[in-house]
């Protein structure tokens, strides 16, 4: 099992920057993928961006150069830095991961940090 606790959302006016970020314990030497998911009122949960246990990472191609995703290994950590917000990205964010084990693959996500800009 995988436990997953954001921390960073809130409120910021359009044009400013936020971090999250993602703290996992429990077995998390069996996590591969981790990263950021977010969903807006009345949308479909996105992906925002992800990062592997090697480095290499994968951005939602709209927000490629504003957010930038990082993960320490050794504290078992993944942020999200956001630069030149809009009120587009008003969004839940969700931290998720996805761990291998005996070839299964589980998906966890975290609670979910409320990020709002202001226009």
């Known amino acids: 099992q995988v436990q997953l606790v954001e921390s960073g959302g809130g409120l910021v006016q359009a044009g400013g920057s936020l971090r999250l970020s993602c703290a996992a314990s429990?077995?998390?030497?069996?996590?591969?993928?981790i990263g950021w998911y977010r969903q807006a009122s009345g949308k479909q949960r996105e992906l925002v961006a992800t990062i592997s246990s090697s480095g290499s990472t994968t951005y939602a191609d709209s927000l490629k150069g504003r957010f930038t995703v990082s993960r320490d290994n050794a504290k078992n950590t993944v942020d999200l830095q956001m630069n030149s917000l809009k009120p587009e990205d008003t969004a839940v964010y969700y931290c998720h991961a996805e761990s291998y084990s005996d070839f299964v693959l589980t998906v966890y996500w975290g609670q979910g940090t409320q990020v709002t800009v202001s226009s």
């Open positions: 429990g077995d998390t030497f069996s996590i591969n993928d």
